[in-house]
């Protein structure tokens, strides 16, 4: 069974920078895609960012675009976002999501991590 679990969420102030890491462990093989969503009170959940190994696709979400970026180090089974110039938008519970390359659903996901950011 795969888990995932988050880590590197907090409170940050506008403008300021933070970086999530989520630590995959279960998959019997290296081909898989992870991903960060988000999801804010009252809102839908949110594709932000995701990656694949060998060289898959990658994904950054438009409201992110130029400030957040994803890398994955596949040595660790670990998908990390930086985020930068972050603004009170941001504040969500951010959600690391795993599925096997060859799926189009993410079908494991970490328990969240909160980040707020003030004004």
């Known amino acids: 069974q795969v888990a995932l679990v988050e880590s590197g969420g907090g409170s940050v102030q506008a403008g300021g920078s933070l970086t999530l890491s989520c630590i995959a462990s279960g998959f019997t093989h290296g081909s898989y895609c992870m991903a960060w969503f988000r999801q804010a009170p009252g809102k839908k959940r949110e594709g932000v960012a995701s990656r694949c190994t060998f060289g898959g696709s990658t994904y950054i979400g438009d409201s992110v675009k130029g400030r957040f970026t994803s890398s994955l180090d596949n040595a660790k089974n670990t998908l990390y976002l930086q985020m930068n110039s972050v603004k009170p938008d941001d504040t969500a519970t951010y959600y690391c999501?795993?599925?096997?390359?060859?799926?189009?659903?993410?079908?494991?996901w970490g328990q969240g991590t909160q980040v707020t950011v003030s004004s």
């Open positions: 999501a795993a599925r096997d390359n060859d799926r189009a659903d993410f079908p494991y």
